[in-house]
């Protein structure tokens, strides 16, 4: 479903029976947004039009007739997926002691690794899960997931081999233990990649991510990230904290070089005390990311190669095609124990990674017999059932199914209840105008993956304004 729901000049808005359309100013110089915050339909006008449009009796009318199928689309969205995805945690262990890190430091330093008995059981149970729910020619993901998944590394390497047919396999490490031989092994086998680095220089970096000894670990990433050059399965996470914040321009000039086809620059998340001690205020991000983006495009006109930044990709695609958004953090509920959910090395069950070690999220076991009724308890449905509308103030905000008041597991730690807002609302707002400033210039296709639009289809497409209103 692609909701493009106003090129420059053919503006579109949800205006059925009773629905409030908001007039949302996005800081552009022609164009103001009108949002019908239910189902997320939105419109771009020209400022002096919108008296005209928004009583234009046929549109109001056109507008109508759709009202239904764009209400069902987004409860199929938030409401109708299955799981198709695990984050796969075969060890508690990690070499590095990350500032912001949202895992006990107990745990790192002197966790278990999964054994590979453990491992193929496990893989077997989800193996048997997945079958009856998956397309014929799909196959579930199988995300290895930290701490440093690396450091079992023989065991998750022989579990790829045996079970290489039966899902499709990623990783994300810190790049430390990527050598010659793992990414050799990883590359091979298509496994996808995710590595993390905080800035364009080891001062930077180092101010959060170092060995639990303090020592530097941007060189060795810097090496990893060289050896994948030209490998199109593998991203970078940059966690944007107040130490790196001025330099996430320079960061976005790194990867760029290094040909890195996908990076994220992510919100640190505030769930444990360290990503708190670092949170940059919602105004300082904002200006830092949208600086980021900015030179992003910038790099892609020059060199004609983009930089897609994806968490910001997914939330122009929440505007555009929400169906087609690759992420599920941005939505409510979001994709934790709906879309995917996570398996500890103890093979305990959780809605999400980021609830390992929170008391209260664990759905059972994994080893203990009946997968599918980790999603009937109490702490899959405390996230599975969060919408967006049951928060304060976000129930009236325009933006909520733009942003869907990310993270629980944020939100639950910040204030002890998960049925409030994570702690960067209003750099989310800023993001959604921002990304509706690209559309009203035609820019957002820079931004978004190519072929992003391939299995979409226009849902609604109305062209009654003036070109030159």
Known sequence: MSNLAAKRDMPRANAGDGPVLAPLDIGHEKYIALVEPDTAFWSLVKKNR???????????EMVREHAHEFATEMETLRY?????????????????NCTYCYLPEAMRRH?????????????????DFFHPTMPANDRPQVIFHGSEPLMNRKAIFTAIDHFGEDFVFGIQTNGTLLDDGAIEFLTSRQVSIGLSLDGPLAEITDRTRHTFSGHSVHDRVLKALDSLRGYESYSVICTATSENLEHLTRMVELLHSLEVPTCMLNPVRCTLDGGRRVRPSDLDLAAAYTRALDRSYQLYLETGRKLIVANFANILLAIVAPTARRLMCDISPCGGGRCFFAVDAHGALFPCSEFIGIEGFKGGNIFSGDLQHCFDTSAFRSVTQRGVEMIEPCEHCAFRHFCGAPCPAEAHELAGDSLHRGAFCGFYQEQARYAMRLIADGREEAYLWDGWDDDTHTTFDLNIADRKG
């Open 50 to 60: 919108l008296a005209d449009l928004i009583c234009d009796p046929a549109f109001l």
């Open 80 to 96: 109708g997926l299955t799981p198709s995805a695990v984050y796969f945690n075969p060890t508690e262990r990690c070499n590095l």
């Open 111 to 127: 966790g278990i690794h999964m054994s590979r008995d453990d491992l193929f059981r496990a893989l077997e149970t989800l193996r």
